[in-house]
């Protein structure tokens, strides 16, 4: 595009930093804030006021940041699934079929074997959310691996197969009481501990935790620098003698374990049973997430917290000036479409040149 | 970039000062739909602009399409912490949300709709909702032809088996040939599955189609085809102008005014007993005006027996009953109890549809 007889040119930046990716991302939410206060000014309300407000619904007491806190947990855990698949270049987009398949071995172990002290039921609960997810993660793997089957199509088809799966359960076997589709409440000496006397629970550890191991994992590690080597070309991992096809395995076992513990730690710590709403997307934020991020498993810890916050505020939106949903919705489709365009300020500039 | 970005900054918190305040008395609503659904939610937003009209010194908010589940707990918390007096929570999904947050804020008074489960300061209101849908029943089965009429239900719980027992009731007593065929969404508010039932009872040869769901869907879909229609919860005849005939409605605001008066005047100390459960008589139902197709003495039997109702000579569920497979309900004369109601989870005689495995 040329202004002014200069030319608007992209230019890639040399080195690209924490620092960069931050401001990008905070160009990107003042471009949303701007735009979205024309939306809330045609709805006659004050943008500056709602702003304000939303900023103190979520920073501005320790409730509002336990809160935040709390839905960041499920977002990082299906965030940093979908990134650990992309590392190699493969798309995970069933982080939210295999959060439920998590939610879903938790809650079912949690139910039926109830009588087992919690010493031994948590762990059962874990493992069987664990395993539950795995074999939503190893169906896309063998068929990308020996059949080069679309791993896209598949995760996205499993995800309907795992929320379905959920509901037949819940309209069936697992009904509880009130014949509503809810699941009986796992023993409450299963309950995660909680944090600070809120809602928050130690599970927000858990995630922190898979991140921090991720992060030394994918940089430090030989498997580490094999994978990234598999990322960049299969032919020259296969040339280096890198089982591409057992990775491609492994990693998207890993992946699914991930969202599924995302899954798990949403039954023992937040809603104690099963029901349909549990997964509510998160697993297709996290893919947004994981994006904005760049695969970057500390990056996406914050970046989940900052996504978190956006759906406390549009909450405090409707609550303090009663903005209907749709609003809300066009609000933070805005906030995530301003924030993906400007994404590219992370790796590039703008500069002009002369004729 | 940095100099931006500490200017922004300044900019953000010079905006702190302007945080207002103030001491009205606040009513809060959590709703699951959205409130132009033209349905269940409408019902309620028109009973809560109605509360701002009646009460000028008390300021209501509401939170739509909320989630049954935790996030219903978070958003009924921040309404009690940002010092809402009285939460409406209006689904049966946030009973336990309800009580949990209740145990929080004890110097807030919840109200839960349609559910059974009471605390010091959580009191649960609904309406007999039946007896409207009997009187719709009546219609329905005068005005079918194929002797075959559609019901799209949601959830199979007792409060909806109820209705629609009451529905077939109304339609068997002035049409013994009469059957309701049922299909269940599984949800309060799908405009697609509503939809898709929608066609798939028309499709199936039923000549009315009844919904208990929250959306007027169905009756957008009757209008298309062509079928004759009764909604639910609003008065939405403007969506289908040719075939509506009427619709059983709530009428929330002479609860709505009840508790947000006696809660401000803190005339109510102990919530535990309070649970409004009225019928015809006091307005909270009623059946909306039947249409220009009702003939006039379809129009009269509903009258009369809407009368008898309220004068309480005719109970719904009177004996001889049978259940759906054939086995007795109610004797001769037996009437049901409230109990009976409350927990109903079987069919009578005369619908077609299966409630799932319970």
Known sequence: MIIFGYYIVLKKKLRTSQSSRFFALFSGVVLSLILSGFIFLLNKTNPFEVFTSSFFAIFGSLYGITETFLIAIPIAACALAVGVAAMIKIWNIGAEGQFVAGALGAGISGVYFSFLPSGLLIPLMFTSGILFSMILGVIPGILKAMLNVNEILVTLMLNYMATLFMLFLLYGPLKGLDNFPYSKYIPDNTFLPLLFSSRLHVGVFIVIIIAIILYFFMKKSIWGYELRVLGESYKAARYAGIGVKRNIILIMVISAAIAGVGGILEVIGVQHRLQPSIAQGYGFTGIIVSWLSKNNPLTTLWVSFLIAGLFVSGSDMQISYSLPTSIIKVFQGIVFLSILASDIFTDYYISLEKK | ?358
């Open chain 2, 1 to 358: 970039m940095k100099r931006l970005t500490i200017i922004v900054l300044i900019a953000l918190f010079s905006m702190i000062g302007c945080k207002k305040t103030n001491d009205q008395f606040k009513v809060a609503f959590v709703y699951v739909g959205s409130v132009n659904d033209g349905g269940w939610t409408a019902s309620h937003d028109e009973g809560r602009l109605e509360i701002e009209k009646m009460f000028p010194d008390v300021q209501t908010s509401y939170v739509e399409n909320v989630p049954e589940g935790a996030e219903a707990e978070r958003i009924i918390t921040t309404f009690a912490k940002k010092g809402f007096n009285v939460i409406f929570t209006a689904s049966f999904g946030f009973m336990d949300p309800t009580i949990n947050v209740a145990k929080k804020f004890p110097e807030t008074v919840f109200m839960h709709c349609s559910g059974y489960k009471r605390a010091e300061n959580v009191g649960t209101y609904f309406g007999r909702m039946y007896q409207a849908k009997y009187l719709a029943g009546i219609v329905a089965g005068k005005m079918t032809v194929t002797n075959k009429i559609g019901y799209i239900a949601p959830h199979p719980i007792p409060e909806v088996i109820r209705h629609i027992n009451a529905f077939t009731l109304g339609a068997r007593k002035v049409n013994p040939e009469a059957s309701v065929r049922v299909i269940w969404t599984n949800s309060w508010f799908d405009i697609q599955k509503e939809k898709e039932a929608a066609y798939s009872l028309i499709e199936v040869g039923t000549d009315i189609l009844a919904s208990g769901c929250d959306s007027s869907a169905a009756l957008v879909v009757a209008e298309e085809k062509g079928v004759k229609c009764i909604g639910y919860d609003s008065d939405a005849r403007a969506v289908a102008k040719n075939t509506f005939l009427t619709a059983p409605m709530w009428n929330w605001i002479s609860v709505y005014a009840d508790i947000v008066g006696k809660a401000k005047n803190k005339e109510i100390s102990d919530y535990t007993n309070v649970d409004y459960w009225n019928g015809l008589e006091t307005n909270v139902i009623k059946l909306a005006p039947l249409s220009d197709l009702v003939p006039q003495d379809v129009k009269n039997i509903v009258t009369d027996t809407t009368q008898l109702i309220i004068q309480g000579e005719e109970k719904i569920f009177t004996g001889p009953l049978k259940k759906q497979d054939g086995s007795d309900f109610l004797s001769e004369n037996e009437v049901a109890d409230d109990g009976t109601l409350l927990s109903m989870m079987f069919f009578v005689e005369g619908v077609n549809g299966v409630i799932p495995l319970n």
